[in-house]
T-cell receptor, first 119, second 110 residues
Framework: GAGVSQSPRYKVAKRGQDVALRCDPI?????LFWYQQALGQGPEFLTY????????KSGLPSDRFFAERPEGSVSTLKIQRTQQEDSAVYLC?????????????????FGDGTRLSIL | GQNIDQPTEMTATEGAIVQINCTYQ??????LFWYQQHAGEAPTFLSY????GLEEKGRFSSFLSRSKGYSYLLLKELQMKDSASYLC???????????FGTGTLLAVQP
């Protein structure tokens, strides 16, 4: 499809295990974002890539969280030594930077997310 | 969310009009987005405002007042499928990231 694709759709892990979540952005989208969404809350920003460069990682909750986008397309969010509070939906979004005429009004397009449950 | 306020829940009747309000922190403001999110699904883009005024798009309209740090989403001719969470999000000048509110859960009743 032409949208943002995330896998797996659901992930169950035991506390202490490492997990890796994948995001395939829309083709040609330079910007890629990761968000964390708890039940009943809005998405919370984790990190932002422009091509392969990670320009903002201010939202990553701890050094157990690591994200990469080595070739400027697919991105992986890795969580090491998972804890129960890591249980949430992890959303990936992509966008163009500039629209026609240089407008900064490009919306972020979201994937369906990965629902992570830590037992 | 950080400094984004919107009502938690609203109820409206099929065929009616509903207005969902949102207030945001004005410092560094660079655009206001509205998204719709059905349970278990991705947020989908509805509208964008950066200048004062009303943007109309079919049954949905969005309004912005930069001086007041205020926006609303107006939904007309409500349909049952409009039952969803509506997320208000602001973008700051120095970054492309979005700051989301907690979302307004709208229930449309027959």
């Amino acid at each position: 499809g032409a949208g943002v694709s995330q896998s797996p759709r659901y992930k169950v892990a035991k506390r202490g295990q490492d997990v890796a979540l994948r995001c395939d952005p829309i083709s040609g989208h330079v910007s890629l974002f990761w968000y964390q969404q708890a039940l009943g809350q809005g998405p919370e920003f984790l990190t932002y890539f422009q091509n392969e460069a990670q320009l903002d990682k201010s939202g990553l909750p701890s050094d157990r969280f690591f994200a990469e986008r080595p070739e400027g397309s697919v991105s992986t969010l890795k969580i090491q030594r998972t804890q129960q509070e890591d249980s949430a939906v992890y959303l990936c979004a992509s966008s163009r930077i500039l629209g026609p005429g240089g407008a900064f009004n490009q919306p972020q397009h979201f994937g369906d997310g990965t629902r992570l449950s830590i037992l | 969310g950080q400094n984004i306020d919107q009502p938690t829940e609203m109820t409206a009747t099929e065929g009616a009009i509903v207005q969902i309000n949102c207030t945001y922190q004005t410092s560094g403001f660079n655009g206001l987005f509205w998204y719709q999110q059905h349970a278990g699904e991705a947020p989908t883009f509805l509208s964008y405002n950066v200048l004062d005024g009303l943007e109309e798009k079919g049954r949905f309209s969005s309004f912005l007042s930069r001086s007041k740090g205020y926006s609303y989403l107006l939904l007309k001719e409500l349909q049952m499928k409009d039952s969803a969470s509506y997320l208000c999000a602001s973008r700051r000048s120095a970054t492309n990231k979005l700051i989301f509110g907690t979302g307004t859960l709208l229930a449309v009743q027959p």
